[in-house]
């Protein structure tokens, strides 16, 4: 296990009717003008952003609001909030919505009080000051309640690129799993493929002696393998929702991570192909991740064949272990393609022909060197041969 600090402070309000704490949760932790930050028409037509606003008028608490965040949000919607917060003098922003929305304030946050571009933050400037930001969540899928991460499309270039630090973790995330339960089975697949894949980043790992984490890892993927059939047969079965959605936070807060290097290839591959035809970033990792874990497979066979085994209950194959781990990848396949992921290229809505085109900007766009880092060390031909793999 390699040395780590961790630190996880954000207050989590976890459960039916969360929502009317929000005025309450904002003054507690030091809110006197918020901007609430949402996406578009289903905060409005469920009721739910009507009784956040009520909440805050309760605690006496003044707010504005911006909408409009999108799916894999925009640079331009960011520099709109920050022009609107410094304007408005606002302390607070609050995020009513799913990861795009948070990712679109924790941008905000970071930028409202920077001097500069905010996107030196998505260029590699670590973020160590920012406004105050809390989360109302309505799907369960990037993490971003309980994270110091964000992840933000450039639209001049069509970058798609992550920022980090501390000052980004939500004070406080208000989990009501009922919000998650209006939504199409799509999204809620989405949300779950993104879960796993926050789990796989981290245990394709070369770092040793990580057992702790590997069995909290495990454990975290067999929750979502046996809870996320659940919710797509019975979109209102509350306590699978409830088990996806704490583990969606557990997934990407880091507390699995912690001790061990870890990957993230899958989601910079993936990064491009939803900054390119805008796909759902879940969809995406659907395809990309089997490609990656092919790939890189002979990196570390017993690592694969390790997940086979414990995960999804493959037969250990001790003379010929890349059978064992190729039957773990194939099963990870085949559990996101049963609850309605695509299995490649052509049902993503991606184009072959952009192959060259999308492998140099992961690995040179941005400013990027020529590589993609993580569990392996990926040169653009590399990175060609994985989209290839998803054809």
């Not at 917060?85 to 924790?106: H, P, Q, T, Y």
């Not at 809390?134 to 270039?157: C, M, Q, R």
């Not at 770092?207 to 996320?228: P, Q």
Request: with cysteine; proline share 4%.
């Amino acid at each position: 296990m390699d040395n780590f600090t961790f630190y996880s402070p954000t207050y989590f309000a976890f459960g039916k009717g969360m929502e009317a704490k929000a005025g309450e949760l904002v003054k507690r932790f030091g809110g006197s003008k918020v901007l609430i930050h949402f996406g578009g028409g289903s905060v409005v037509r469920s009721g739910l952003l009507e009784r956040v606003e009520l909440s805050l008028k309760e605690a006496k608490i003044d707010f504005i609001k911006l909408g409009g965040v999108k799916p894999n949000p925009r640079s331009g919607l960011v520099y709109e909030g920050i022009e609107l917060c410094r304007n408005e003098k606002v302390d607070f922003i609050l995020a009513v919505g799913g990861g795009s929305v948070i990712d679109s304030a924790k941008a905000i946050a970071a930028g409202t009080i920077y001097d500069g571009d905010f996107w030196d933050f998505y260029e590699g400037k670590p973020v160590t000051n920012a406004l105050p930001v809390a989360t109302v969540l309505t799907i369960a899928a990037a993490g971003s309640e309980g994270s110091p991460d964000s992840v933000i499309t450039k639209e001049e270039g069509m970058f798609k690129r992550g920022a980090s630090g501390e000052a980004l973790r939500p004070k406080f995330s208000i989990l009501n799993p009922e919000l998650t339960q209006t939504l199409p089975a799509y999204q809620t697949a989405c949300g779950i493929t993104d879960i796993m894949a926050h789990l796989y980043e981290r245990y394709l790992t070369n770092s040793t002696d990580v057992e702790v984490t590997d069995r909290v890892i495990e454990a975290l993927l067999l929750t979502m393998k046996n809870e996320g059939p659940k919710v797509i047969a019975d979109p209102n079965d509350y306590q699978a929702r409830a088990n996806i959605m704490w583990a969606g936070m557990l997934a990407h807060n880091n507390c699995a991570g912690v001790g061990r290097s870890q990957d993230w290839s899958s989601h910079c591959i993936e990064h491009e192909l939803s900054a390119l035809y805008d796909c759902a970033h879940g969809a995406g990792l659907a395809v990309v991740m089997p490609a990656v874990f092919t790939y890189n497979l002979n990196h570390n066979v017993m690592r694969f064949a390790q997940a086979a085994v414990r995960v999804w209950g493959c037969e250990m194959d001790f003379e010929h272990p890349e059978n064992t781990a190729k039957a773990g990848i194939k099963a990870l396949q085949n559990f996101l393609i049963s609850i309605g992921m695509p299995k490649n290229f052509a049902e993503l809505g991606a184009n072959p022909a952009d192959i060259e085109k999308l492998a140099h900007t992961a690995c040179y766009g941005n400013g990027g060197d020529g590589h993609v880092y993580g569990f392996v060390k990926l040169e653009q031909k590399d990175v060609e041969n994985i989209y290839k793999l998803m054809v």
